[in-house]
């Protein structure tokens, strides 16, 4: 068996990939929008349950909602927002690990896909209607802990966790639409692609047969590096092919500058991520994606900022009461985090003049448990967004939705919101009523 050290490994990367910057971080370890019409794109804020005591409104109002302390940042948008609360999973009893959140079915499977999350399945059936894009899926979350994520296909699927990494992948070897050769000769351009492609093909692998000699922490790295490359492989060999970007050729994007920031802080390096989204929604290199917040087992919070400094899963949501006002503080800025990415998405015109990113993109807040700190899926929580006239029905100061039907009726409406109506190989094969939940949809 061929052996390896750490050492002579990184030495002989370094070599092959020479001054180029792309890997660095490895080191350093459909439709217009129009009144009840489908918006573009999808995006996935996942992070775990909450307490429920401090994420209820504070009193309800028909469906007007007066938002408590830690959802009190949804005020800044109310106009878009629609929260859903009371939703039961199939097995309400699983509780953080179990894959139910965004696949509706727990921990058995036998749809055609296997054991699929929502994004997964929606990416699917676009892919089979015949959309491509550059990347179809972009999966980006920071410091998950070793845990699991929500996201499935087949297996647990890992985010891409340095932002400097997710930039690379999204971004290199793509030229916005108003900055083309005008008909120049694309050789070479082909010819560093196919460069790139070649040392791709050799760091992978590299890396896979390095993953037998090492442990199971350091394989799950290494793991989420290889979904990078993978993810760029994808990226590089859409960049040459007619449409890809830049809205499809018929507008201007501009990409994004390339992360700075603090990026050892799991939470903050996620901020870098959104922005890297909304770059990547701009630009039309992917129509779905989502980020994860630290993991089913323990997210890190080291906010100096708003004096928090701890962890959320022991140390917020099972220490009780007196605890949950650390929770609160955590909660307020991850509602924050999500206010800002709909700010900025509603502030960044789409390439073809057809509003914002916002009218034309659906936001969903999923998690992985409705009561986290009694373990349960009693009362699954979501929060959705959409921009002007689009997917959601929306009022002017927010609605709020407590239903007694299977969660997974949200995971459908968001199908229904792409476009994907049929839902076969999707969720729990007992679900009675495969259908979107009624009420939270334009008509």
Same mark, same amino acid.
């Given at each position: 068996?061929?052996?390896?050290?750490?050492?002579?490994?990184?030495?002989?990367?370094?070599?092959?990939?020479?001054?180029?910057?792309?890997?660095?971080?490895?080191?350093?370890?459909?439709?217009?929008?129009?009144?009840?019409?489908?918006?573009?794109?999808?995006?996935?804020?996942?992070?775990?349950?909450?307490?429920?005591?401090?994420?209820?409104?504070?009193?309800?109002?028909?469906?007007?909602?007066?938002?408590?302390?830690?959802?009190?940042?949804?005020?800044?948008?109310?106009?878009?927002?629609?929260?859903?609360?009371?939703?039961?999973?199939?097995?309400?009893?699983?509780?953080? #690990?179990?894959?139910? %959140?965004? &696949? *509706?079915?727990?921990?058995?499977?036998?749809? $055609?896909? !296997?054991?699929?999350?929502?994004?997964?399945?929606?990416?699917?059936?676009?892919?089979?209607?015949?959309?491509?894009?550059?990347?179809?899926?972009?999966?980006?979350?920071?410091?998950?802990?070793?845990?699991?994520?929500?996201?499935?296909?087949?297996?647990?699927?890992?985010?891409?966790?340095?932002?400097?990494?997710?930039?690379?992948?999204?971004?290199?070897?793509?030229?916005?639409?108003?900055?083309?050769?005008?008909?120049?000769?694309?050789?070479?351009?082909?010819?560093?692609?196919?460069?790139?492609?070649?040392?791709?093909?050799?760091?992978?692998?590299?890396?896979?047969?390095?993953?037998?000699?090492?442990g199971k922490e350091q394989q799950y790295k290494l793991d989420l590096h290889l979904e990078s490359i993978r993810q760029l492989e994808q990226r590089l060999s859409n960049t040459m092919?007619?449409? #890809?970007?830049?809205? %499809?050729? &018929? *507008?201007?994007?501009?990409?994004?500058?390339? $992360?700075? !920031?603090?990026?050892?802080?799991?939470?903050?390096?996620?901020?870098?991520?959104?922005?890297?989204?909304?770059?990547?929604?701009?630009?039309?290199?992917?129509?779905?994606?989502?980020?994860?917040?630290?993991?089913?087992?323990?997210?890190?919070?080291?906010?100096?900022?708003?004096?928090?400094?701890?962890?959320?899963?022991?140390?917020?949501?099972?220490?009780?009461?007196?605890?949950?006002?650390?929770?609160?503080?955590?909660?307020?800025?991850?509602?924050?985090?999500?206010?800002?990415?709909?700010?900025?998405?509603?502030?960044?015109?789409?390439?073809?003049?057809?509003?914002?990113?916002?009218?034309?993109?659906?936001?969903?807040?999923?998690?992985?448990?409705?009561?986290?700190?009694?373990?349960?899926?009693?009362?699954?929580?979501?929060?959705?967004?959409?921009?002007?006239?689009?997917?959601?029905?929306?009022?002017?100061? *927010?609605?709020?939705?407590?239903?007694?039907?299977?969660?997974?009726?949200?995971?459908?409406?968001?199908?229904?919101?792409?476009?994907?109506?049929?839902?076969?190989?999707?969720?729990?094969?007992?679900?009675?009523?495969?259908?979107?939940?009624?009420?939270?949809?334009?008509?």
């Amino acid at each position: 068996m061929r052996s390896h050290s750490r050492r002579k490994f990184l030495k002989g990367v370094g070599a092959s990939l020479g001054a180029s910057l792309l890997f660095s971080p490895f080191y350093d370890s459909i439709a217009n929008a129009a009144p009840g019409k489908k918006p573009k794109r999808l995006l996935i804020f996942f992070t775990m349950g909450t307490a429920p005591s401090i994420w209820k409104p504070k009193s309800v109002s028909g469906e007007t909602p007066t938002f408590s302390e830690s959802t009190s940042p949804l005020e800044e948008v109310k106009e878009h927002i629609v929260m859903l609360d009371g939703l039961p999973s199939g097995s309400p009893s699983n509780n953080h #690990g179990s894959a139910d %959140g965004l &696949t *509706g079915m727990g921990y058995y499977s036998n749809g $055609p896909y !296997g054991l699929i999350s929502v994004d997964q399945y929606i990416v699917e059936k676009l892919k089979g209607s015949g959309l491509s894009t550059p990347i179809p899926s972009l999966l980006l979350g920071a410091a998950v802990e070793g845990g699991k994520t929500g996201f499935y296909k087949g297996t647990n699927l890992s985010p891409i966790a340095s932002p400097t990494s997710a930039y690379s992948t999204v971004f290199t070897g793509f030229t916005p639409s108003n900055n083309n050769n005008n008909g120049n000769d694309n050789s070479a351009a082909e010819a560093l692609l196919k460069r790139r492609k070649s040392v791709l093909d050799n760091l992978t692998k590299e890396l896979t047969s390095l993953k037998g000699n090492l442990g199971k922490e350091q394989q799950y790295k290494l793991d989420l590096h290889l979904e990078s490359i993978r993810q760029l492989e994808q990226r590089l060999s859409n960049t040459m092919t007619p449409g #890809g970007g830049g809205g %499809g050729g &018929t *507008g201007a994007c501009s990409v994004p500058a390339s $992360p700075s !920031g603090d990026m050892t802080n799991g939470l903050k390096a996620n901020q870098l991520h959104l922005d890297i989204i909304v770059g990547a929604f701009a630009c039309d290199i992917t129509r779905v994606a989502a980020i994860q917040w630290g993991s089913d087992q323990m997210m890190n919070a080291n906010l100096s900022e708003i004096g928090l400094a701890g962890e959320e899963h022991n140390g917020m949501i099972h220490t009780g009461a007196p605890a949950h006002l650390d929770l609160i503080k955590l909660e307020k800025w991850l509602h924050q985090q999500f206010v800002g990415v709909i700010k900025k998405l509603k502030a960044t015109p789409e390439a073809d003049g057809s509003g914002t990113l916002l009218d034309n993109t659906l936001v969903a807040w999923c998690r992985d448990m409705g009561d986290a700190p009694n373990h349960t899926q009693n009362e699954m929580k979501f929060v959705l967004a959409s921009g002007n006239g689009g997917y959601l029905k929306t009022a002017p100061g *927010g609605r709020f939705i407590k239903s007694g039907e299977r969660h997974e009726r949200v995971l459908l409406s968001l199908c229904d919101a792409m476009g994907v109506t049929d839902f076969s190989g999707f969720g729990d094969p007992t679900l009675g009523s495969k259908s979107p939940l009624p009420g939270i949809a334009a008509t």
